[in-house]
C-alpha cells in the first residue's frame, strides 16, 4: 500500500515547455487535489477532482490544465512552463469529498522553470 | 480569499520544551486539520478535530477546536529533535459546497535544539 504517489520527483523546465505531473492513489479514495507550495504561503489548491469524471478550479488554477484519467489517477500539465510556476506541486486524496475529508499527500514534484 | 492565520511563523527551542502553536479564521470551520511537514516530504497529518470545544491528543501532541469554531490550538510537549518541521493547520470553511476544499495556513516553522 504506497499511498499516493508522484513523478517525477523533480524537474527542470525551460519557459515555454509543457510537461505533465502524474499522481496515483491505491486508497480507493473518490477525491483528487493537486497544490502549489511557494514559501511562506502554505498551500494553495489548483484544481482538484470531486470524483471520478469530476474536475473543478481550485485557488490559482491559471496556466494548468488536468485529467482525471480514472479513479486511480489525476494528472497536472503545464501546456506553456512560465517562471512564476517555479514550485513544489503536491498531490493529495480524500475517501469523500465533503464530511470528514482528511487528505493524504503525495511527497511532492520540485519544478524549476528557466 | 479565505485566509488562516498562523502562529507563531517559526519557533526555535530547546528540546524537552513544549511548544503551543495557533490558527485563527475570520469565518467558521466546521473540521481543523493539523498537519506536519517534514524537509523533502508532503504533510502528513496529524490530529483532526471534528467539534467545537473537542481535545484530541496523539501522543505528545495536543490540539483542540475552538469553541467559536474560528481558531484551533496545537501543543507538543516535552519535544524532541525529531519534532522539527513545519506544522500547518488546514480546514474547509463551513457551509456551501466546499467539496472538500481546504484551507492551509501559512505554516509554523519548529526547530529544536538539542
Known amino acids: 500500500n504506497a499511498g499516493v504517489t508522484q513523478t517525477p520527483k523533480f524537474q527542470v523546465l525551460k519557459t515555454g515547455q509543457s510537461m505533465t505531473l502524474q499522481c496515483a492513489q491505491d486508497?480507493?479514495?473518490?477525491?483528487m487535489y493537486w497544490y502549489r507550495q511557494d514559501p511562506g504561503m502554505g498551500l494553495r489548491l489548483i484544481y482538484y477532482s470531486a470524483s471520478e469524471g469530476t474536475t473543478d478550479k481550485g485557488e490559482v488554477p491559471n496556466g494548468y490544465n488536468v485529467s482525471r484519467l480514472n479513479k486511480r489517477e489525476f494528472s497536472l500539465r503545464l501546456e506553456s512552463a512560465a517562471p512564476s510556476q517555479t514550485s513544489v506541486y503536491f498531490c493529495?486524496?480524500?475517501?469523500?469529498?465533503?464530511?470528514?475529508?482528511?487528505?493524504?499527500f503525495g511527497p511532492g514534484t520540485r519544478l524549476t522553470v528557466l | 480569499g479565505q485566509q488562516l492565520n498562523q502562529s507563531p511563523q517559526s519557533m526555535f527551542i530547546q528540546e524537552g520544551e513544549d511548544v503551543s502553536m495557533n490558527c485563527t479564521s475570520s469565518s467558521i470551520f466546521n473540521t481543523w486539520l493539523w498537519y506536519k511537514q517534514e524537509p523533502g516530504e508532503g504533510p502528513v497529518l496529524l490530529i483532526a478535530l471534528y467539534k467545537a470545544g473537542e481535545l484530541t491528543s496523539n501522543g505528545r501532541l495536543t490540539a483542540q477546536f475552538g469553541i467559536t469554531r474560528k481558531d484551533s490550538f496545537l501543543n507538543i510537549s516535552a519535544s524532541i529533535p525529531s519534532d522539527v518541521g513545519i506544522y500547518f493547520c488546514a480546514g474547509p470553511r463551513a457551509g456551501g459546497t466546499s467539496y472538500g476544499k481546504l484551507t492551509f495556513g501559512q505554516g509554523t516553522i519548529l526547530t529544536v535544539h538539542p
Open positions: 486508497m480507493n479514495h473518490n477525491s
Open positions: 493529495a486524496s480524500s475517501a469523500q469529498p465533503e464530511g470528514y475529508n482528511e487528505q493524504f
